[in-house]
């Protein structure tokens, strides 16, 4: 007995397929509509976060439709509904978006197409191009999300749209199991082809670098800071970026983590109240440059290490980025980077989507230390009129006394550490914010601190300005690298003197150490820690969270971040080059290894594998009954066959009438479930 013989059976039962044009006329099954309604929910559910309201109440209006035509109670909508229909989304999407067009719209517009054609879906023409439409919309939730995860969700709604399109050519319902079974195995054929054409096509940008949540991404401070600004940021634990340091002999040593200061943005204006970007930044930014300016009078040490890292930023709709002073050299595969006059770097759009960028450092520098440009020194002691009278008062007092600039800076700081508290919950600020702070309040966060130091500098003639960026950060094993979040978000001051340049102070450490030392959390009382710590820090699920965040972090850097360097690092340290004669060889050699395989994988199903799992159950139930010398002729019905050995084996005979009966049942009526009785029927039945 072999398959080929047993063919009578599974023909006769389920294969007369029609030809190609009848079969997409056919009337689809309820159980291809079933898996076609749960396919569809999978794939649109996550756009309905970016999608118009009234969307997810159409696509609930067209299921309800759906399942009153699937209960037979309701008829298929008429040309004048599907006309009406079509006009009313028409005009919701262009009052939604207003007119404009992007890839936003042109979603939602895609969604509502899959949507209203479930409605009026008849025959397995129509399911097909739903599956196919499905099939586009599993992509676009690439569009707003990149995480590993909604991969891993991307793949399960790519699994349910196989599993509606298996049902759509089966005349019979199939087991939940065994119908998840066979589409699983469809997708898991197709990965090793995907991970190829992954890794070898050329790259040529990254899809999802596609700037399109305009409204949706932006975390992080603003280009102005007031008075409790960074004190409601600094409660979110909203990651900012992530940053991996490059270490070897060549580079210099990590540096230690009070040295971790992220700068973003430089404020010089002051109003009174609030710090700001002068007119001179705002109109220079013309002046930006793709390498080093040499207005920046950087001076630094030939024989010094360089500091190279990678930094990922979640996206923040902002053109600024954050390094570590003083960046030499960046580049990045997002777009094009500047250096600004103040020793920063800065993207030339908005970073609208998590992006990669390399950063070169020197920490062992001067800037400017010989001379400030007039229009620079003006800008950076200019103060309000009016205002803070007692603050300006304090300044020229310490002035009076003969005091030098380093030990203005030594009094005031000296100031902060004997009398001031450190706290998230600072009181309000009044119109004169500093002279509330220094001579009312005494109790403030990071803005506080910079912001009132930055004005007694100014009044007592020390060139001042508020820096904004991130100090520290939460360093991952698991990885190696570090997780900067809002919480880390800061504010400190620089100044200028004559022989060092710009320097930087930080007043904030001057009266919590710890907040530099240790971070946010190690320098809040036990009152306020709630309001900033992770709801597991220091249990496993706080273990269990880095761990995912390194995952997360690997598919950003090697999916997401594999771009044209990488691929090229990759064939040559692989392949010995980077030619296109040694891709395509390799491109050929594995696509070739892979077909090679399934067609020895076919060979071997064709003559052990079954179309139905009932037919392998009466297969083995047959190969018994050839050792006792029975076999059934071609075109022998199994009733025929078990009449036929019943004349010889009259004992048997009831038994093996209920076996043909109930594979008949099974194979005929798709009774799927009466599968394990025929498997119990068959063991039961005794050969002897």
């Known amino acids: 007995m072999d398959v080929s013989s047993f063919k009578w059976a599974s023909k006769k039962a389920h294969n007369k397929p029609p030809n190609a044009s009848d079969a997409q006329h056919r009337w689809v099954s309820r159980y291809a509509l079933a898996w076609l309604l749960v396919a569809q929910a999978f794939c649109i559910l996550p756009l309905f976060i970016y999608l118009p309201f009234w969307i997810p109440v159409l696509w609930l209006a067209a299921l309800v439709w759906r399942v009153q035509i699937y209960r037979g109670a309701w008829r298929f909508p008429s040309n004048t509904n ?5 006009a009313l989304s028409i005009g919701g999407l262009i009052w939604s978006y207003a007119g404009v067009i992007g890839v936003e719209p042109l979603v939602a517009f895609l969604v509502v197409s899959f949507v209203l054609k479930l409605v009026e879906a008849r025959k397995r023409g129509d399911v097909l191009l739903i599956i196919y439409v499905g099939f586009i919309t599993v992509s676009a939730q690439f569009l707003f999300f990149q995480t590993m995860f909604i991969a891993i969700y991307g793949c399960l709604s790519i699994l349910l749209l196989l599993c509606a399109w298996n049902c759509t050519y089966r005349s019979h319902s199939v087991p939940l199991r065994g119908q998840l079974s066979a589409s699983g195995s469809l997708l898991l054929q197709s990965i090793p082809l995907m991970l190829v054409l992954f890794v070898a096509l050329p790259r040529l940008g990254s899809l999802w670098h596609v700037p399109i949540p305009q409204n949706t991404g932006k975390t992080g401070f603003s280009d102005t800071m007031s008075p409790g ?21 060549s580079r210099a040593p990590l540096p230690s983590r009070s040295l971790w200061y992220w700068r973003g943005l430089v404020l010089d204006e002051f109003d009174g109240r609030s710090w700001s970007l002068s007119k001179r930044q705002l109109f220079g930014r013309r002046n930006t440059q793709r390498g080093v300016p040499e207005s920046w009078q950087l001076e630094q040490d030939k024989d010094n290490k360089l500091l190279e890292y990678n930094v990922l930023m979640e996206p923040h709709q902002q053109q600024w980025i954050f390094t570590l002073m003083a960046p030499v050299f960046t580049s990045s595969n997002y777009g094009h980077m500047y250096f600004t006059p103040n020793y920063l770097t800065r993207f030339a759009k908005p970073v609208s989507s998590r992006s990669n960028y390399r950063v070169i450092s020197n920490l062992d520098y001067q800037a400017a230390p010989k001379e400030i440009f007039k229009n620079v020194k003006a800008q950076n002691l200019r103060l309000p009129q009016t205002g803070n009278p007692k603050s300006l008062a304090l300044a ?10 380093r030990e203005v800076i030594e009094r005031a700081l000296s100031m902060y550490r004997e009398s001031f508290t450190y706290t998230l919950q600072p009181p309000l600020l009044g119109q004169d914010s500093v002279d509330d702070f220094l001579f009312t309040s005494k109790r403030g966060f990071c803005e506080h601190f910079a912001s009132s130091f930055s004005v007694l500098m100014r009044a007592a003639g020390i060139p001042a300005r508020v820096v904004l960026g991130y100090q520290g950060g939460e360093y991952n094993p698991v990885e190696n690298y570090i997780i900067v979040r809002q919480s880390d978000a800061h504010a400190w001051a620089e100044l200028w003197l004559e022989g060092s340049g710009w320097i930087r102070v930080d007043p904030t450490a001057a009266v919590s150490p710890l907040r530099i030392e240790q971070g946010l959390e190690q320098s809040l009382t036990e009152d306020e820690k709630p309001l900033v710590s992770g709801l597991f820090a220091g249990s496993w699920l706080y273990k269990l969270q880095l761990r995912l965040d390194a995952l997360s972090y690997s598919w950003h850097t090697w ?8 691929q090229k690092s990759l064939f040559k340290n692989m392949l010995g080059g980077d030619q296109a004669w040694r891709i395509g060889l390799f491109f050929i050699s594995v696509i070739g290894i892979f077909m090679v395989g399934y067609f020895i994988r076919l060979t071997w199903q064709g003559r052990r594998g079954f179309d139905y799992p ?14 006792k010398g029975f076999v059934p002729e071609p075109n022998e019905t199994p009733v025929e066959f078990a009449n036929k050995v019943a004349l010889d084996k009259p004992a048997w005979a009831p038994q093996l009438l209920a076996i043909a009966r109930l594979y008949n049942r099974i194979a005929f009526e798709s009774r799927q479930e ?15």
């Not at 009932?614 to 050792?627: G, N």
């Open 82 to 86: 599907k006309l009406i229909l079509s």
């Open 229 to 249: 600004d960074f004190s409601s940021l600094s409660k979110s634990r909203e990651v900012a970026f992530r940053v991996s340091f490059l270490s070897d002999e």
């Open 396 to 405: 020229k007092q310490w002035r009076d006394e003969g005091l030098s600039d």
């Open 559 to 566: 999916v997401l971040g594999y771009d044209a360097d990488q």
């Open 614 to 627: 009932e037919q392998a159950v009466y297969f083995e139930f047959l190969k018994r009954l050839k050792k």
């Open 674 to 688: 009466l599968i394990d009785e025929l498997k119990t029927s068959i063991k039961a039945l005794k050969l002897n």
